[in-house]
Protein backbone atom coordinates (compact mmCIF):
# COMPACT_ATOMS: atom_id res chain seq x y z
CA UNK A 1 0.00 0.00 0.00
CA UNK A 2 2.90 2.47 1.06
CA UNK A 3 4.11 2.04 -2.73
CA UNK A 4 0.97 2.89 -4.09
CA UNK A 5 1.02 5.99 -2.41
CA UNK A 6 4.21 6.48 -3.34
CA UNK A 7 3.35 6.34 -6.77
CA UNK A 8 0.57 8.75 -6.66
CA UNK A 9 2.54 11.21 -5.29
CA UNK A 10 4.57 10.87 -8.59
CA UNK A 11 1.69 10.71 -10.46
CA UNK A 12 1.03 14.38 -8.88
CA UNK A 13 4.35 15.36 -9.88
CA UNK A 14 3.86 14.51 -13.68
CA UNK A 15 0.67 15.83 -13.79
CA UNK A 16 1.60 19.08 -12.64
CA UNK A 17 4.61 19.22 -15.15
CA UNK A 18 2.09 18.27 -17.84
CA UNK A 19 -0.39 21.25 -16.69
CA UNK A 20 2.28 23.55 -17.04
CA UNK A 21 4.01 22.26 -20.44
CA UNK A 22 0.26 22.77 -21.96
CA UNK A 23 -0.28 25.94 -20.41
CA UNK A 24 3.07 26.96 -22.23
CA UNK A 25 1.24 26.13 -25.48
CA UNK A 26 -1.84 27.26 -25.34
CA UNK A 27 -0.79 30.79 -25.58
CA UNK A 28 0.56 33.01 -28.38
CA UNK A 29 3.31 34.51 -27.71
CA UNK A 30 3.19 37.50 -30.56
CA UNK A 31 1.57 37.65 -34.31
CA UNK A 32 4.55 36.30 -35.73
CA UNK A 33 2.83 34.46 -38.97
CA UNK A 34 -0.33 36.84 -38.83
CA UNK A 35 -1.28 37.91 -42.25
CA UNK A 36 -2.46 41.39 -42.33
CA UNK A 37 -4.64 42.26 -46.08
CA UNK A 38 -5.98 45.42 -47.39
CA UNK A 39 -8.05 46.52 -50.90
CA UNK A 40 -9.17 49.94 -51.87
CA UNK A 41 -12.89 49.68 -52.23
CA UNK A 42 -12.96 49.46 -55.97
CA UNK A 43 -10.42 46.95 -55.75
CA UNK A 44 -7.88 48.69 -57.45
CA UNK A 45 -4.85 47.68 -54.85
CA UNK A 46 -4.54 44.65 -53.15
CA UNK A 47 -1.46 44.68 -50.37
CA UNK A 48 -0.50 42.50 -47.37
CA UNK A 49 2.26 41.58 -44.73
CA UNK A 50 2.75 38.61 -42.85
CA UNK A 51 4.26 39.52 -39.66
CA UNK A 52 7.65 38.02 -38.75
CA UNK A 53 8.18 37.29 -42.68
CA UNK A 54 10.56 40.47 -42.94
CA UNK A 55 12.79 41.58 -40.92
CA UNK A 56 12.62 43.63 -37.83
CA UNK A 57 14.77 47.06 -37.73
CA UNK A 58 16.15 48.11 -34.47
CA UNK A 59 12.87 49.79 -33.63
CA UNK A 60 10.69 46.97 -33.93
CA UNK A 61 9.15 48.25 -37.63
CA UNK A 62 8.34 45.74 -40.26
CA UNK A 63 8.26 46.69 -43.50
CA UNK A 64 5.94 44.86 -46.66
CA UNK A 65 6.34 46.91 -49.69
CA UNK A 66 3.73 46.49 -52.96
CA UNK A 67 4.23 47.06 -56.44
CA UNK A 68 4.15 51.01 -57.91
CA UNK A 69 2.80 49.89 -60.81
CA UNK A 70 -0.34 47.77 -59.91
CA UNK A 71 -2.82 50.88 -58.80
CA UNK A 72 -5.17 50.55 -61.21
CA UNK A 73 -7.83 53.48 -62.54
CA UNK A 74 -9.54 54.62 -65.72
CA UNK A 75 -7.98 58.29 -65.33
CA UNK A 76 -4.80 56.68 -64.55
CA UNK A 77 -4.10 53.81 -65.76
CA UNK A 78 -1.56 52.06 -63.59
CA UNK A 79 1.21 53.51 -62.09
CA UNK A 80 1.63 57.67 -61.93
CA UNK A 81 0.24 59.21 -65.30
CA UNK A 82 2.97 61.82 -66.39
CA UNK A 83 2.54 65.17 -63.68
CA UNK A 84 -0.22 63.10 -61.73
CA UNK A 85 -0.05 60.98 -59.02
CA UNK A 86 -2.10 58.28 -58.74
CA UNK A 87 -4.62 57.93 -55.66
CA UNK A 88 -5.20 54.16 -56.29
CA UNK A 89 -1.83 53.51 -55.14
CA UNK A 90 -0.66 51.47 -52.31
CA UNK A 91 2.56 51.62 -51.74
CA UNK A 92 3.08 49.12 -48.76
CA UNK A 93 2.23 48.12 -45.03
CA UNK A 94 4.10 48.25 -41.76
CA UNK A 95 3.75 45.98 -38.50
CA UNK A 96 5.29 47.19 -34.95
CA UNK A 97 4.43 44.79 -31.80
CA UNK A 98 5.13 45.93 -28.36
CA UNK A 99 4.41 44.56 -25.50
CA UNK A 100 0.96 45.70 -25.01
CA UNK A 101 0.24 47.44 -28.40
CA UNK A 102 0.07 46.90 -32.18
CA UNK A 103 1.32 49.18 -34.46
CA UNK A 104 0.05 49.60 -38.01
CA UNK A 105 0.92 52.04 -40.61
CA UNK A 106 -0.38 51.94 -44.64
CA UNK A 107 1.06 53.87 -47.28
CA UNK A 108 0.21 55.19 -50.33
CA UNK A 109 -1.51 58.17 -52.35
CA UNK A 110 -4.77 56.90 -51.14
CA UNK A 111 -6.30 59.97 -48.66
CA UNK A 112 -7.90 58.67 -45.29
CA UNK A 113 -11.00 60.18 -46.39
CA UNK A 114 -11.10 58.88 -50.21
CA UNK A 115 -11.09 60.10 -53.73
CA UNK A 116 -14.37 62.15 -54.97
CA UNK A 117 -15.68 59.95 -57.84
CA UNK A 118 -19.24 60.81 -58.80
CA UNK A 119 -20.97 57.76 -59.75
CA UNK A 120 -19.59 55.89 -56.26
CA UNK A 121 -21.95 55.59 -53.77
CA UNK A 122 -21.51 58.73 -51.46
CA UNK A 123 -19.38 60.19 -54.07
CA UNK A 124 -15.99 59.13 -53.35
CA UNK A 125 -13.74 55.76 -52.81
CA UNK A 126 -11.69 54.58 -50.45
CA UNK A 127 -9.52 52.35 -48.40
CA UNK A 128 -11.64 49.15 -47.91
CA UNK A 129 -11.39 47.65 -44.12
CA UNK A 130 -7.92 46.07 -42.95
CA UNK A 131 -8.13 42.39 -42.49
CA UNK A 132 -5.87 40.18 -40.37
CA UNK A 133 -5.84 36.00 -40.01
CA UNK A 134 -3.72 34.53 -37.55
CA UNK A 135 -4.94 30.89 -38.23
CA UNK A 136 -2.87 30.53 -40.69
CA UNK A 137 -5.40 29.22 -43.49
CA UNK A 138 -6.36 31.25 -46.53
CA UNK A 139 -8.68 34.07 -46.12
CA UNK A 140 -11.90 32.72 -47.49
CA UNK A 141 -11.18 29.10 -44.73
CA UNK A 142 -10.74 31.63 -41.74
CA UNK A 143 -14.10 34.17 -42.06
CA UNK A 144 -15.67 30.36 -42.83
CA UNK A 145 -14.56 29.09 -39.54
CA UNK A 146 -14.94 32.15 -37.27
CA UNK A 147 -10.96 33.15 -37.74
CA UNK A 148 -11.20 36.30 -39.11
CA UNK A 149 -10.31 39.67 -37.82
CA UNK A 150 -11.11 42.96 -39.12
CA UNK A 151 -10.19 46.71 -38.46
CA UNK A 152 -12.20 49.86 -39.52
CA UNK A 153 -10.27 52.66 -39.84
CA UNK A 154 -11.68 54.76 -42.90
CA UNK A 155 -14.70 56.33 -41.10
CA UNK A 156 -15.68 57.22 -44.80
CA UNK A 157 -15.60 53.69 -46.24
CA UNK A 158 -19.08 51.56 -47.14
CA UNK A 159 -18.44 49.31 -43.70
CA UNK A 160 -21.07 47.06 -42.41
CA UNK A 161 -19.83 48.38 -39.04
CA UNK A 162 -20.67 51.45 -37.56
CA UNK A 163 -17.67 52.32 -35.04
CA UNK A 164 -14.03 52.30 -35.53
CA UNK A 165 -11.97 49.28 -34.05
CA UNK A 166 -10.76 45.81 -34.27
CA UNK A 167 -13.60 43.13 -34.95
CA UNK A 168 -13.19 39.19 -34.17
CA UNK A 169 -15.22 36.41 -36.18
CA UNK A 170 -15.88 38.55 -38.87
CA UNK A 171 -17.34 37.79 -41.84
CA UNK A 172 -16.97 40.07 -45.09
CA UNK A 173 -18.43 41.48 -48.10
CA UNK A 174 -17.54 43.19 -51.41
CA UNK A 175 -18.60 46.98 -51.82
CA UNK A 176 -17.06 46.97 -55.49
CA UNK A 177 -20.49 46.97 -57.25
CA UNK A 178 -21.56 50.11 -55.74
CA UNK A 179 -18.07 52.07 -55.63
CA UNK A 180 -17.61 51.57 -59.59
CA UNK A 181 -14.81 48.54 -58.83
CA UNK A 182 -14.07 44.93 -60.08
CA UNK A 183 -17.25 43.27 -59.82
CA UNK A 184 -17.70 39.48 -60.01
CA UNK A 185 -20.33 39.87 -62.80
CA UNK A 186 -18.94 42.34 -64.72
CA UNK A 187 -14.98 42.15 -64.29
CA UNK A 188 -13.97 38.93 -62.69
CA UNK A 189 -12.94 40.17 -59.14
CA UNK A 190 -9.66 39.60 -58.90
CA UNK A 191 -7.69 37.29 -60.89
CA UNK A 192 -11.38 35.72 -62.67
CA UNK A 193 -11.09 36.49 -65.96
CA UNK A 194 -9.68 39.20 -69.43
CA UNK A 195 -11.45 42.16 -67.48
CA UNK A 196 -10.10 41.30 -63.88
CA UNK A 197 -7.97 43.13 -61.98
CA UNK A 198 -4.98 41.51 -62.52
CA UNK A 199 -5.54 40.91 -66.27
CA UNK A 200 -6.10 44.60 -66.44
CA UNK A 201 -2.67 45.35 -64.59
CA UNK A 202 -0.63 43.48 -66.93
CA UNK A 203 -2.62 44.95 -70.65
CA UNK A 204 -1.60 48.37 -69.32
CA UNK A 205 1.83 47.11 -68.58
CA UNK A 206 1.89 47.38 -64.87
CA UNK A 207 3.53 44.92 -62.20
CA UNK A 208 1.05 43.01 -59.73
CA UNK A 209 2.25 42.92 -56.62
CA UNK A 210 0.26 42.13 -52.86
CA UNK A 211 3.53 42.81 -50.47
CA UNK A 212 4.03 39.61 -48.81
CA UNK A 213 0.99 37.91 -50.32
CA UNK A 214 0.48 36.90 -53.47
CA UNK A 215 -3.69 36.13 -55.31
CA UNK A 216 -3.68 32.45 -53.66
CA UNK A 217 -4.01 33.89 -50.58
CA UNK A 218 -7.71 35.50 -50.92
CA UNK A 219 -8.42 32.92 -54.02
CA UNK A 220 -8.58 29.77 -51.74
CA UNK A 221 -5.41 28.75 -53.75
CA UNK A 222 -6.73 29.29 -56.99
CA UNK A 223 -9.95 27.99 -56.25
CA UNK A 224 -12.29 31.26 -56.67
CA UNK A 225 -10.62 32.99 -58.72
CA UNK A 226 -13.38 35.81 -58.77
CA UNK A 227 -12.54 36.86 -55.03
CA UNK A 228 -13.36 40.43 -54.47
CA UNK A 229 -13.89 40.68 -50.85
CA UNK A 230 -13.18 43.56 -49.36
CA UNK A 231 -14.72 45.60 -46.21
CA UNK A 232 -16.34 44.03 -43.32
CA UNK A 233 -19.80 42.55 -43.11
CA UNK A 234 -20.19 41.73 -39.54
CA UNK A 235 -18.10 41.27 -36.82
CA UNK A 236 -18.07 41.48 -33.07
CA UNK A 237 -16.65 44.73 -31.35
CA UNK A 238 -13.52 44.06 -29.60
CA UNK A 239 -11.66 47.10 -28.64
CA UNK A 240 -10.81 50.77 -30.76
CA UNK A 241 -8.34 52.23 -32.23
CA UNK A 242 -6.44 54.82 -31.54
CA UNK A 243 -4.51 56.94 -34.80
CA UNK A 244 -1.06 58.68 -34.73
CA UNK A 245 -0.97 59.91 -38.04
CA UNK A 246 -3.98 60.57 -40.68
CA UNK A 247 -1.94 61.34 -43.71
CA UNK A 248 1.28 63.57 -42.85
CA UNK A 249 4.23 61.63 -40.89
CA UNK A 250 3.91 63.11 -37.50
CA UNK A 251 6.08 63.88 -34.64
CA UNK A 252 3.74 60.81 -32.81
CA UNK A 253 4.60 58.54 -35.82
CA UNK A 254 8.36 58.99 -35.64
CA UNK A 255 8.49 58.53 -31.61
CA UNK A 256 8.05 55.23 -32.63
CA UNK A 257 10.95 54.73 -34.74
CA UNK A 258 8.70 54.11 -38.25
CA UNK A 259 11.19 54.83 -40.95
CA UNK A 260 9.86 57.66 -43.63
CA UNK A 261 12.29 56.96 -46.21
CA UNK A 262 10.74 53.17 -46.55
CA UNK A 263 7.59 54.42 -48.85
CA UNK A 264 6.92 56.49 -51.44
CA UNK A 265 3.51 57.29 -51.29
CA UNK A 266 2.20 60.74 -49.99
CA UNK A 267 -0.48 59.74 -47.78
CA UNK A 268 0.66 57.83 -44.14
CA UNK A 269 -2.24 56.40 -42.09
CA UNK A 270 -0.88 54.87 -38.81
CA UNK A 271 -3.25 53.70 -35.79
CA UNK A 272 -2.39 51.45 -32.87
CA UNK A 273 -5.17 49.22 -30.50
CA UNK A 274 -4.45 46.82 -27.49
CA UNK A 275 -3.17 43.46 -28.42
CA UNK A 276 -4.25 42.16 -25.01
CA UNK A 277 -8.23 41.68 -26.66
CA UNK A 278 -6.68 39.21 -29.69
CA UNK A 279 -3.13 37.78 -28.23
CA UNK A 280 -3.21 36.34 -24.60
CA UNK A 281 -0.20 36.86 -21.73
CA UNK A 282 2.04 34.35 -21.89
CA UNK A 283 4.04 33.18 -18.66
CA UNK A 284 7.69 33.48 -18.44
CA UNK A 285 9.72 30.75 -19.27
CA UNK A 286 11.53 31.41 -15.97
CA UNK A 287 8.01 31.80 -14.03
CA UNK A 288 6.92 28.08 -15.77
CA UNK A 289 10.26 26.34 -14.57
CA UNK A 290 9.98 28.07 -11.27
CA UNK A 291 6.38 26.40 -11.08
CA UNK A 292 7.30 23.39 -12.60
CA UNK A 293 10.68 23.00 -9.60
CA UNK A 294 7.50 23.65 -7.07
CA UNK A 295 5.28 20.84 -8.32
CA UNK A 296 7.87 18.54 -8.04
CA UNK A 297 9.29 19.79 -4.64
CA UNK A 298 5.95 19.53 -3.32
CA UNK A 299 5.40 16.23 -4.40
CA UNK A 300 8.75 15.23 -3.28
CA UNK A 301 8.11 16.47 0.02
CA UNK A 302 4.84 14.48 0.48
CA UNK A 303 6.85 11.27 -0.98
CA UNK A 304 9.05 12.26 2.01
CA UNK A 305 6.47 12.29 4.14
CA UNK A 306 5.28 9.23 3.47
CA UNK A 307 8.16 6.99 3.74
CA UNK A 308 8.91 8.46 6.82
CA UNK A 309 5.41 7.73 8.66
CA UNK A 310 5.70 3.99 7.08
CA UNK A 311 9.27 3.81 7.96
CA UNK A 312 7.99 4.70 11.98
CA UNK A 313 5.24 2.61 11.56
CA UNK A 314 7.13 -0.70 10.39
CA UNK A 315 9.92 -0.10 13.50
CA UNK A 316 7.20 0.33 15.92
Not at 23 to 51: M, V
Not at 116 to 124: K, P, R, T, V
Not at 154 to 180: D, F, P, R, W
Amino acid sequence: MKYKKVFNCLKVAVTTVGILSVAQGAYAANLTGTAFSISLECLNDTTGLIAGKNPTDANGWQYAFDSSKDGMNGNYWVGAAPGKENPYDIRGMAFKETSDSVIIAINGNMKLTGESEAGAAGGQIGFGDLFFNMSGKTFTDAMNSGDLFGIRFAEANASGVQKLGVYSGVQAKTVTNIKEGYTVQTYGGLTGGNNSYESQVKQGGGTIGYGDLTSAYFTNNGKDKTFNLNEIASGQYLTGISFLTQGAINKQLLNTGYDVNKFTGSQTIAFKFSKSTIVKDVPESSTLAGLTIVGLAMAGSQIRKKYQHNSKQELA
